[in-house]
């Protein structure tokens, strides 16, 4: 087993499992970083889409060996400046907003969105959809883990998808 996922602590109260003990220590996350952002190395890929909050953990990590640019998918109602925004119903059934400035995004580009654990798909979905929105295509998917559902199956039939833990194990 790598390093960083004996750090992700699966000893907690409900779905989620707790990966931030798996970034504070550095040779781990290094390897994380690397193992998530390697099979995207090759690909034509001009950002990373970041997903609010611990994706921008990962995604400025995955960026960084990408030598990419980092645009922040943000919850709703954090940029203080015009954004588009994208509803969604989270894993726990709330509606929720994602957001971004479109400025950021132009038609001609290639995004990888990079969340920590995609549960639903839905944070990613809506990412998608504003990537989608405003004409850029995406690259592929980095997670930590994309949990075995129907709606997921789909993210990764349609997309290249790149996660380091077996949720089915």
Do not use: H
């Not at 040779?27 to 970083?33: D, E, T």
């Not at 090759?42 to 994706?55: C, E, H, Q, R, Y």
Request: charged fraction near 25%; glycine fraction near 8%; charge should be negative.
């Amino acid at each position: 087993m790598k390093s960083y996922l004996a750090k992700i602590d699966d000893n907690t109260p409900g779905p989620r499992n707790d990966v931030t003990p798996s970034f504070a220590d550095r040779k781990a996350f290094a390897q994380l970083a690397n193992d998530l952002a390697d099979p995207f190395a090759g690909m034509s890929v001009d950002a990373v889409g970041a997903i609010d909050a611990l994706g921008f953990i990962i995604g400025t990590a995955i960026a960084e060996r990408l030598d990419v640019g980092v645009i922040a998918l943000r919850k709703g109602g954090k940029l203080p400046v015009e954004t588009i925004q994208q509803t969604l119903t989270d894993y726990s059934g709330s509606q929720k907003v994602l957001e971004v400035r479109p400025d950021l995004i132009r038609p001609d580009m290639r995004i990888l969105i990079v969340d920590e654990w995609i549960e639903t798909g839905a944070q990613v979905a809506a990412a998608i959809a504003l990537i989608e929105r405003l004409g850029a295509t995406v690259a592929g998917i980095a997670t930590i883990c994309m949990d075995g559902r129907p709606e997921t199956e789909t993210l990764q039939q349609r997309y290249a998808v790149r996660q380091v833990w077996d949720a089915s194990a």
